[in-house]
């Protein structure tokens, strides 16, 4: 049976909420009552479930379209995180929360690894959502203690082959987009390093700052301050084009690991069975956010841009789950990775 999505919301209240009231008018709805019907759409709180930890990347770009998209739907949204299992825990409390369009989960890479990182999971993401629509592609980048002894990508390369056994490597536990790029490299690099899992990237970052472990991959939305300000070391970003924001950092390409190339996706889903219309103003809202310029801005800022209005649809969004579901199977089974 499924929870109602005021039920999900109070389990995820036990669980530590940090919460964003976005938007308002005056006849947004106070979160009382009935969802009432498809037509009358939205008319109390949206929550949007983050299923990593508050202030990590897929969080700031959450709140980053939370306020232009409750504007457009005349509603409040309100932003919970719920931290657990590579993202898994947020995700299975949306899957089984009142398929009525108030309960909306932001995902990243993570949907499409989950299914052959865990035996056990308990949602089929193709079969237990619907789609809204893609948001943006984050490039990677991988950085160090500032102190860290190699000074390009190269030389970083031959010292964690070298030191292989001394190296610690942070992600933000196993599935986490940090954890893929980590494996990424390694294979990539011919090398297995000591790995070192967070609850979230925002610790594994504070941890990377403050020199209790080596270095890391993350996205840039979370990097790019800690990088400019001369907190981090920068070795290089996982895309084929150099980051904006970051003009001196090469790429993985450019530094002779062409393998190394991911970008983390974000896209809005919904329970299986939210009625079509939730979904269609939920994704006319996200298009809306995306083509805000303050949210254009702000992601300039942090080494990444808006998808494509022609990718803030449930047409593209599933497609490209579909695709990469099967690029990352293979992809998990070569490395023989499986978490508990």
């Known amino acids: 049976m499924r929870r109602t999505s005021r039920a999900a919301a109070g389990i995820i ?33 949206i929550t949007f479930v983050v299923p990593f930890s508050a202030g990590g990347p897929t969080d700031t770009v959450t709140r980053m379209i939370a306020e232009p998209m ?23 409390e949306v899957a089984r929360a009142d398929p009525d369009g108030y309960t909306v989960l932001m995902h ?9 990182l865990y035996a056990n999971l308990d949602y089929k993401p193709l079969d237990d959502f619907e789609m809204v629509g893609l948001v943006t592609e984050v490039p990677m980048t991988i950085v160090a203690r500032k102190d860290f002894p190699p000074a390009t990508f190269q030389d970083l390369v031959t ?22 790029c980590g494996l990424l490299f390694q294979s990539a690099a011919g090398v297995k390093l000591q790995e070192v899992p967070y609850q979230g990237t925002g610790p594994a970052l504070t941890d990377l700052v403050g020199g209790q472990v080596d270095f890391m991959c993350d996205q840039t939305t979370n990097t790019t301050g800690q990088i400019t300000a001369g907190e981090v070391k920068a070795y290089a970003v996982t895309t084929p ?12 390409t450019e530094s002779g690991m062409a393998d190394l190339k991911v970008a983390v996706w974000h896209g809005l889903y919904v329970p299986k069975g939210t009625p079509p219309e939730a979904v269609q103003k939920l994704s006319e809202a996200l298009k809306v956010a995306l083509a805000d310029q303050a949210v254009i801005d702000q992601m300039a800022k942090l080494g990444t841009a808006p998808v494509p209005a022609t990718d803030a649809t449930p047409e593209a969004h599933r497609a490209k789950l579909d695709e990469q579901l099967k690029t990352w199977a293979k992809i998990i089974a070569d490395a023989g990775v499986k978490a508990s």
Not at 18 to 25: E, F, H, K, N, P
Not at 159 to 180: E, F, P, Q, R, W
């Open 13 to 45: 209240a036990a669980i530590g909420v940090v919460s964003l009231v976005a938007a308002c008018s005056d006849n947004g709805g106070g979160g009382s009552g009935n969802s009432g019907t498809a037509s009358n759409y939205p008319n109390q709180n």
């Open 70 to 92: 409750g504007k457009k739907l005349s509603a409040q949204i309100v932003v919970q995180n719920v931290e657990g299992a590579g993202g898994t825990v947020g995700a299975g």
């Open 108 to 116: 990243h890479i993570g949907m499409s690894t989950a299914p052959a």
């Open 159 to 180: 010292y964690v082959k070298a030191n292989a056994d001394k190296v610690t490597l942070a992600n933000a536990g196993i599935g986490a987009a940090s954890h893929l």
């Open 241 to 252: 084009e150099r980051v904006k924001s970051l003009p001196d950092v090469p790429t993985t």
